[in-house]
């Protein structure tokens, strides 16, 4: 079993930054490909962006390119999510998620993942 725990989230305005952190409660935190998604009022849950075990290998949506990074510190058994440049359109409950992986690649599909946090929350003001 896999616990995820999310912090970071709150209120910027545009053209501001937040970083997201999750740490995982797991034995072997580099066997596990992480994500984060997000959602917003309304609308279904969406990828941001997800790394492979190793780091080394990342996806992003189409949106987030150039304004967040995705990184992990498998010491630390924790995922990052730096986001930039933030625009109102950002404002979602943030997700982060894990599953296990047995190649050191990416997953871009929220079904692929088995293991959700609860979320936090970015509101994002104009």
């Known amino acids: 079993q896999v616990q995820l725990v999310e912090s970071g989230g709150g209120l910027v305005q545009a053209g501001g930054s937040l970083r997201l952190s999750c740490v995982a409660s797991?034995?072997?935190?580099?066997?596990?490909?992480m994500g984060w998604f997000r959602q917003a009022p309304g609308k279904e849950r969406e990828v941001a962006a997800t790394i492979s075990t190793s780091g080394d290998h990342t996806y992003y949506a189409d949106s987030m390119k150039g304004r967040f990074t995705i990184s992990r510190d498998n010491a630390k058994n924790t995922v990052f999510l730096q986001m930039d440049s933030l625009k109102p359109e950002d404002t979602a409950v943030y997700y982060c998620?894990?599953?296990?992986?047995?190649?050191?690649?990416?997953?871009?599909?929220?079904?692929?993942?088995?293991?959700w946090g609860q979320g936090t929350q970015v509101t994002v003001s104009s």
């Open positions: 998620a894990a599953t296990r992986s047995y190649y050191d690649s990416v997953h871009y599909s929220r079904a692929e993942y088995d293991y």
């Open positions: 797991v034995r072997i935190f580099s066997n596990y490909a």
